[in-house]
């Protein structure tokens, strides 16, 4: 199993600015990846963060919008850019283990 | 790319009452998870299923996958109010990138 710690849980922030979101895992995982979910809403893939090179986005996430970062094998963060109202949301981080996909507990931001 | 339809996307029932939610898939999969997402959690990995016609039991979860290998449903039996949450489908996808492709969830309310 996995324990992933994520932070910030929660932030408000105003438009226009960046956040950085962390997510550390609590042992060496080969594949890590960051979800956005909507309140009600089922997990959308933004990408893959792979560790030693850049990370590989899904269609509709762009690397300038959502910047990521993996240095190691038990460490990434997620930077949110030039925030609007329509990045009001949770972005989960994950990892796998044993093919089970483990999640950390999510960071929910709001863009005023 | 790959896209992965749940049904019902709601579904409420009385305590007692059984409960079945279906994942269907327009290709082939390799395999199969499922996973719960409490109100307010994160997603926790239920089971996964690999082999066509499988089924697998948990107390009172059942879980089936299609011989077609192109869908999948989770009967749960008896419902509980512990039973209440989303429960999702996810395929974990080789095809270009390693990624984990989440359905899109059927949200279960259990009525006292």
């Known amino acids: 199993s996995a324990v992933i710690s994520q932070k910030p849980s929660r932030d408000i922030c105003q438009r226009g600015t960046s956040l950085t979101i962390q997510c550390q895992v609590d042992?060496?995982?080969?594949?890590m990846f960051w979800y956005r979910q909507q309140p009600g809403q089922s997990l959308t893939l933004i990408a893959t963060?792979?560790?030693?090179?850049?990370?590989?986005?899904e269609s509709g996430f762009v690397i300038d919008k959502f910047p990521i970062s993996r240095p190691n094998l038990t460490f990434s963060t997620l930077t949110v850019s030039n925030m609007s109202p329509e990045d009001s949301s949770i972005y989960l981080c994950?990892?796998?283990?044993?093919?089970?996909?483990?999640f950390g507990e999510g960071s929910r931001l709001t863009v005023l | 790319g790959q896209q992965v339809m749940q049904i019902p996307q709601y579904q409420h029932v009385q305590e007692g009452e059984d409960f079945t939610t279906y994942c269907n898939s327009s290709?082939?999969?390799?395999?199969i998870q499922w996973y719960k997402q409490r109100p307010g959690g994160h997603p926790v990995f239920l089971i996964q299923?690999?082999?066509?016609?499988e089924v697998k039991k948990q107390k009172r979860l059942t879980f089936q996958f299609g011989e077609a290998k192109k869908n999948s449903s989770l009967h749960i039996t008896a419902t509980q109010t512990t039973d209440v949450g989303t429960y999702f489908c996810?395929?974990?996808?080789?095809?270009?990138?390693?990624?984990?492709?989440f359905g899109t969830g059927t949200r279960l309310k259990v009525l006292a």
């Open positions: 290709t082939t999969l390799s395999n």
């Open positions: 299923l690999v082999k066509s016609g």
């Open positions: 042992s060496q995982v080969t594949m």
């Open positions: 963060a792979n560790q030693g090179s850049e990370a590989t986005y």
């Open positions: 996810a395929v974990f996808t080789t095809s270009g990138t390693y990624k984990y492709i």
């Open positions: 994950s990892a796998t283990v044993a093919g089970e996909l483990f």
